[in-house]
């Protein structure tokens, strides 16, 4: 069956890769077909003979059904739990931990109660990575053990971790494509299926290779219509993400605001306080001063006080002889304009007043 990709790209602008998260499951991780993923897994190892996927699995039909646990998770040759992941982007240490997670969940989720360990199945993670995972460029793929770093000796194969690197398939152009192993087909075929500018190299791997083949006619079978609906969904999850990012910033904004708001607040008070403070003490002694005779020149001389103030003191006890000495330092403060807040000099006020 011949698919010219060119064709595919003049009917729609909108192209979709294997790389696509919800492509690769579609494609691969089909449960009513699971031709790609047998033949993809031959190629990564021929012992896998037999591979299946786990009956919690199911066809895409929305961007986050690829999220529900793995990309792609089933057994192999009965034995052996596998989860199957693509990372479009990304880093090797981010990479290392997220594997490590994934690790962990293939292998806790198995039932230990009164079992042996040694009943287990062992787990593997195969992470297949667009971006540069070794420094080496002549290696694209490597296995990992659980392994000693001064012994060299391996703990336990019961955890194998697969990588196998995207970036740099363009060099294998330089090789006859009969010439290419098993993997480096599905790695050319992972990385450019649907681009038009490599639909020949591509056309060359699916006339010999039945399950690359496979693989690219179920793709170009999606309909248009889901891809589109894929790619609307898509973007309104990143607006949502977006104006969820913005709102966030925004709380962060407005909690920021509050606190310095009441640092300032605080500080404020204690500036007030501080007034207030000095002002009753400015009235107590005025008030005992003039019990034992002494003059407002005197008063204000030895306070090193203004003269006025002590006079308005003596003139607001004169006029309200009930008030306490608080009273009156409230109302010197409210009535002399003093560094206090005005709505604090009217609770003041009111408090007078009561």
Known sequence: MSIDLRERKKLKKRTISLMDDWVF?????????????SSFFQAI?????????????????????????????????????FDLEIQRNGNPEEQGIRIVFYLS???????????????????RVI???????????????????LVGEKTGRTLTKHIQVSIIELAGVERLQRIPVQDLTPLDRWRIVL??????????????IMA???????????????????????WETKRLDREMMRNSEIREERERAVKKARERALKQGIAQGLERGKDQGLMLKTVKVTLKSVKRGMRAAEIADMLEEKVACIQTILKIKEEHPDYTEEQIAMKMIHDSGCPISRCSADSFKERICS
């Open 25 to 37: 499951k579609a494609v691969i991780g089909d449960p009513e077909d699971e031709v790609c993923l």
């Open 105 to 123: 969940r293939l292998l806790s989720g198995q039932r230990t109660k009164g079992k042996d360990y040694r009943e287990l199945r062992p787990v």
């Open 127 to 145: 992470m297949i990575t667009n971006f540069r995972f070794f420094d080496d460029p002549e290696v694209s793929s490597d296995v990992f053990y």
């Open 45 to 81: 190892d021929p012992d896998f003979r037999k591979v299946r996927l786990l009956p919690g699995e199911k066809k895409v039909g929305h961007p986050d059904d690829k999220a529900i646990r793995y990309d792609i998770c089933g057994v192999i040759n009965e034995k052996i739990y």
């Open 191 to 204: 990385k450019f299926a649907g681009d038009p500018d490599k639909a020949a190299w591509i056309q060359a």
């Open 208 to 230: 010999i290779d039945e399950g690359c083949r496979r693989a690219v006619e179920k793709m170009m079978e999606i309909p248009m219509s889901m891809i589109e609906y894929m």
